[in-house]
Structure formats: structure tokens, C-alpha cells
């Protein structure tokens, strides 16, 4: 059982912490900054469960894992991402 909740547990926080940093590359002032590690946890646990289908298909290596969950956030918060709206001064 431990196989799968560390790994598990292991991407999600590394997906959290990209998603922080990646909220350390944007412009200040957006709102909703927990929204930034929300969604980099939610893509570390869509790319592990993406890499657990690649393993049992294809015997993919376990060092593919961290470069799908820092993929997975960049696309997630990057193109395909939040769109922010510039606030209007009152």
C-alpha cells in the first residue's frame, strides 16, 4: 500500500510546490494566490496517475514522474491555464 500513497503524496507536493513558484514568476497583484498550489496539486496527482498508465503500459522509468507533474503545471497554469483580468482602478 505504501507503493502507491507515497509516490502519490510525493507528486502532489512537488506539484504544489511548482505551482508556488510558478505563482513567484507571475506579475504581483492577481487575485486568488492559493489558486496557483491548488492547481499544481491537482496536476501532480493527474500526472502520477498519467505516469502509473504509462508504467503498467509501456514499463515507463520512475524519473519520468517529476518531469510530467512540472509539465503538467505548466500547462495547466500556463497556456491552458487561469485567464486573469486586470482589475479596474476605482
Known sequence: MQEFWLPLALAATFGAF?????????RPGFERPL????????????AYFIHQLLVAGLDAPAWLLPILVVLQVW?????LGPKFKPRKPS
Open 35 to 46: 489558486l496557483f498550489p491548488v492547481l499544481g496539486l491537482l496536476a501532480g496527482i493527474v
Open 75 to 79: 500547462l495547466w497554469l500556463g497556456p
Open 18 to 26: 511548482t505551482g508556488s513558484l510558478f505563482r513567484l514568476t507571475r
